[in-house]
């Protein structure tokens, strides 16, 4: 028996079937998507020659300011990182549900791009992307980089230097992403959360929002968090688990 088949009989009484009916998905996803493609968690990621270095002294404006070449340089060993992984079958399940309800919408707290990488559309990035690059100063977004020898390289707009293009510890998530995703919650008829801490917020509000707003509040995660009080079905285990369930659930009923 497959692990799918073996999976969809441990599906809650009824779970099934909401979800095949249900068209307004959001999906909100954290680290434990990734953690199956082998993406250390931001905390985990400090070993060999950064495991001196505390990553969330790392990760801020002012150390970008004080030492822009080390923090560049320490962003570029975990892109090198992230480069070597592949999408995961949660993050291909979560690309074949949204081909197969139109109505999803996609929040991802990660800026390891493996949703894009899966074939998932339009997908509401909250921290970034770490494969993007902008600059410090202006902000423009880099689509080359003229000296990729150059620690960090310098934005071809106005020669201010070339940063991750990722939200750091004291800078906001953009506002048209919040709004958007604020927006799917109120409308959404299923919320579903995916390896996230749910500690987090603006992310952590939006099941508070789908709660209610009516949507049905389904939590997947190895772990109990503060979201399993508010969840309507808790799913404890992988996400490369319970995802290809869930979507082969709804591609049988559509089929």
Known sequence: ????????????????????????????????????????????????????YDAYSLATPAAFAENPALVWDWYQWRRRLIAAAKPNAGHQSIAELAALKPGLTLVTQN??????RAGSPEVIEFHGNIGRSKCFDCGTVATSIDEPDRR???CSICDGLLRPDVVWF?????LPAIE???????RSEIFLAVGTSSLVYPAAGLAEVAADAG????????????????????LVGPAALWLPTIAACVREAVS
């Open 111 to 116: 800026v390891d791009g493996l949703h894009q």
């Open 1 to 52: 028996m497959s692990s799918e088949n073996a999976l969809a009989n441990q599906l809650p009484t009824g779970l099934g079937g909401q979800l095949v009916k249900a068209e307004r998905w959001l999906i909100l996803t954290g680290a434990g998507v990734s953690a199956d493609s082998g993406v250390p968690t931001f905390r985990d990621a400090q070993t060999g020659l950064w495991a001196r």
């Open 215 to 234: 949507a049905l509040i389904v939590e997947l995660n190895l772990d109990q968090t503060p979201m399993s009080a508010l969840a309507d079905h808790v």
């Open 180 to 186: 958007a995703a604020y927006a799917a919650a109120e």
């Open 152 to 154: 960090p390289p310098v």
């Open 170 to 174: 004291g800078e906001s998530i953009s």
